[in-house]
């Protein structure tokens, strides 16, 4: 089992900055892969990022390329998301998610999940 806690969600202004940060509790966090999904109202869980064991791989969506940034520090058994230049189209809960297959981006793939941080970006 991994425990995953997200935090760091918040209310913030178009154009402004968020960084959410997820906590790994529970089995070796270095073993798995991590990634951000996002939930909007009435819309599916979509994936976000993704970022391998080591850290040295990373995948994002089309959508937020140049503007997030995945990062995990194993020592401290920590996965981060610094999101920049946020759009009201980025308003959705945020999760932290963790998975044995390489930088997967399905949903499906992924064993454990967090609560999910709320993301608000006013217009």
Do not use: H
């Amino acid at each position: 089992q991994v425990q995953l806690v997200e935090s760091g969600g918040g209310l913030v202004q178009a154009g402004g900055s968020l960084r959410l940060s997820c906590a790994a509790s529970g089995r070796t966090f270095s073993n798995y892969n991590m990634g951000w999904f996002r939930q909007a109202p009435g819309k599916e869980r979509d994936f976000v990022t993704a970022i391998s064991w080591s850290g040295d791989t990373t995948r994002y969506v089309d959508s937020v390329k140049g503007r997030f940034t995945i990062s995990r520090d194993n020592a401290k058994n920590m996965v981060y998301l610094q999101m920049n230049s946020l759009k009201p189209e980025d308003t959705a809960v945020y999760y932290c998610a963790a998975t044995n297959l390489w930088l997967a981006t399905s949903r499906g793939n992924y064993a454990y999940w967090g609560q999910g941080t709320q993301v608000t970006v006013s217009s």
